[in-house]
């Protein structure tokens, strides 16, 4: 079963005040604690929208083919199917979000090993029983990537499948980064 990995970075950062995906974190940019998290996965795409060119030179991309999805602002759903679209020759798409620089490696291996594609449509990393990342989502899913729509991503869709959750607090944290204030916390 060949896998592969999807890492969604292409909005503006509104909430944030500017390009997160640039914003320093442990003496990095924060996209890249997400992309070396399925460094292992290949093949992979990290999908780019607002400030694309910029992102590109200033962030090691961990090997991952960045793909730029020129609707971005009509929210998550085209960057998923402008990723997606990128992964063709796939059984299944572990999907992680760029703002999340507590997905760790380790979090992302314990949902490929969970994922059986006789059984499960997708496995949802879930978070003391919250669903999050990473979302590992099979083929029965993502042939039917033509029915997103808005920022909702592919949550309708999870709704009426079989979907594993892998209760993952011990493995990594789920937060992600909406402002500055919480950039600081960390």
């Known amino acids: 079963m060949r896998i592969g990995a999807l890492v969604l970075a292409a909005g503006e950062g509104r909430r944030f005040g500017g390009t997160k995906q640039l914003a320093e974190l442990d003496g990095r940019p924060l996209l890249e604690h997400a992309l070396a998290a399925v460094a292992d996965v290949s093949p992979r795409v990290v999908v780019l929208g607002h400030a694309a060119e910029e992102i590109r030179a ?13 609707r971005w602002a009509e929210g998550q759903s085209a960057s998923l199917r402008c990723g997606l679209e990128a992964l063709p020759d796939v ?9 999340q620089p507590g997905i760790t490696p380790g979090v992302i291996a314990a949902a490929l090993d969970a994922f059986d594609p ?3 449509d997708a496995v949802r ?32 869709l999870l709704a009426g499948g079989r979907v594993r959750e892998l209760e993952a607090a011990h493995l990594a944290d789920p937060a992600d980064i909406d402002t500055r204030e919480e950039l600081a916390g960390r």
């Open 58 to 70: 200033a962030v090691d991309l961990h090997g991952a083919e960045p793909v730029v999805c020129e």
């Open 91 to 99: 059984d299944a798409v572990v999907v992680v979000l760029g703002d």
């Open 118 to 120: 006789e059984r499960d």
């Open 125 to 156: 990393a879930t978070y003391d029983g919250v669903p999050g990342h990473p979302v590992v989502l099979g083929r029965a899913l993502l042939d039917r990537m033509d029915e997103l729509a808005g920022d909702a991503g592919f949550r309708d």
